[in-house]
């Protein structure tokens, strides 16, 4: 309890409150008043956070009885020294915490005469000063672990080479006192003739030129003997760069290097021992070739039979690898049958309702949009309506209605509208095979893919979201089969999918910004020939993978993921079926590229541009067209979810 101070009345809380509200609340410091009864009158929130005592629990309470025991008495003191002091009263205590320890805080005070109180700063001290009770006693056990060193020789010199620091290793290696050798130039543990070369000199420049310098050779010690060292310099600089001197490690290596000695006669030893045996070995392998040429007489009329037998072996195997390739085409054309119409027919059974629903929201709104303006008009000429019309006015919110509406209406026809880009990407996927060739729009085949395969590039829980870049070019019509071509896009762009994927799996993109990006363009090669490239920046393919990629049922993906036709299947739709090339560009860490180049055909004259495909796409067709590239089928299904 203070008594230096006159009791004053309680209004003066009243007076502070408004004016240091926010400023409690901001400060990252503890704040605190305290009046001349001994109690707080107020604190910040960060009291709390410090102490873990409640706000109530610190203004119910003598704020002295926080204060450890021990460091009352100062504390009071120096509280008292504020009646005659003008200035500011800084000193440090211990403070109880709820949990019964303390913490060290610094303290900064000041009293105000007019209200009769004390206004405190206080911040928590404890984590600095166990900081720095840590350097100290790192530093302590590191001045004895280096003192206590016997077995190597570590020892500071100063900026000219002179000896300013020795310990027990040293001493123990070199044979010099620590007041023996103190001052002294390092050269005098330097051979006389590497003295006379300035070799001290030399090690000290280049370490402090390069920061460090380390050699093998032999010292001298005290009592005039030599010995093998193997030395460390290291040049010390302050934060300015400025040469402080130099830390010197050295190890006695004497006994290593006489057993390397050892190890190199026992080695010239070995040498001569080999020579002599290899002289036997040469005659022996003469007798022995003798003996090999007399066995490959003997073996040629066997490997003649063989050679027969493993003709044969290769037939059977390539026969049944046609086999086993044919097995499973049957395999999924079985179990895509049916694929082809379930899709036209489920493009056709929605295309109906939506083009019912899409065709009367415009009719709705119409409606609606006459409604409210009959509501408004009627508002205008009625402005006082009867209390049961208010009532209902307020209940159903109208003037949050009127501006919801028409917003609702439009979100149905966006929802509509999209609903007929996907049907008609669906249909076009997989009805436009034709039993012959027809001039296609490239552009239109790959944007319906890109559009079915749209939820594999939204994010998820794997991977965030998949950028697409098309760079498309003014190409003509091109004659092509447009059904099985769309089958090559889907598999190469599923591929890149996957590549992206594994990418994010392992943490890696070749872009270096984590993000997976799938890029398309598209060029004339010449008057006859387009190009269209698909690149990612996933994780690249391997040159022996990049071998096999084309070969049948290879694959790279875990079972149950991938069949390893798919590729194999694309290469025969572009270079037989289309009389193109399909090329593909990687190396791990730089991505993937696929180059697919097709004629144009004869259909190539005609003065079609693919700037046609920019017109908004019309309803779906409603005609329903079987499918029979049951590959195909087989990504078309994968691709949107069905096993």
Known sequence: MLTFLP???????????????????????????????????QVNPRWEKTLDFTTQELLAQPWIELIHPKDRQLTLTQIQNLATEPDPVTFKNRCRCADGSYKWLLWNVSLDREQQLIYAVVRDQTERKRSKEALWDSEERFRCLVENVKDYAIYMLDPEGRVSSWNQGAESINGYREDEILGKSVSCLYLPEDV??????KELKEAAAVGRFQDESYRIRRDGSCFWANATITALRDRNGRLRGFAKVVRDITERKLTQEALQKAYDNLERRVAERTVELVRANKRLRREIIERKQMEKEL??????????????????????????????SEKMSSLGQLVAGVAHEINNPVSFIYGNLNYAEQYFQQLLDLIELYQQYYPQPSAEIQAQIQLIDLDFVTLDLPKLLHSMKVGADRIYQIVRSLRNFSHLDRAEKQPVNIHEGIDNTLLILQSRLKPCPGHPTLEVVKEYGDLPLVDCYAGELNQVFMNILSNAIDALEESFVMGYCSSGHGKGQ???????????????????????????VKQRL??????????????????????????????????????????????????????SQQCCCQSLYQERVGLVEQKDRGDTERERKNLLLKSVGIP
């Open 550 to 603: 084309f070969d049948p049922f290879f694959t790279t993906k875990p079972v149950g993921k991938g069949t390893g036709l798919g590729l194999s299947i694309s290469y025969k739709i572009v270079v037989e079926k289309h009389g193109g090339h399909l090329k593909c560009f990687s190396s791990p860490g730089q991505g993937t590229e696929f180059a697919i180049e097709i004629p144009l055909g004869l259909s």
């Open 196 to 201: 006379e070369s300035g070799k001290p000199e």
């Open 303 to 332: 490997r003649d039979s063989e050679a027969q037998l493993r003709q044969q072996t290769q037939q059977l195997q390539q026969a049944l690898h046609k086999l086993k390739q044919a097995q499973a085409q049957l395999v999924q």
């Open 518 to 544: 799938i890029r398309i363009w598209t060029e004339m090669i010449n008057a006859d020939w387009v190009a269209i490239h698909i690149a990612d920046n996933g994780v690249g393919i391997t040159e022996e």
């Open 7 to 41: 009791e004053v009345p309680s209004a003066e809380s009243q007076n502070m409150e408004p004016a240091l509200d926010r400023f409690f609340t901001l400060s990252l410091d503890m704040l605190g008043v305290m009046g001349s009864d001994g109690y707080f009158k």
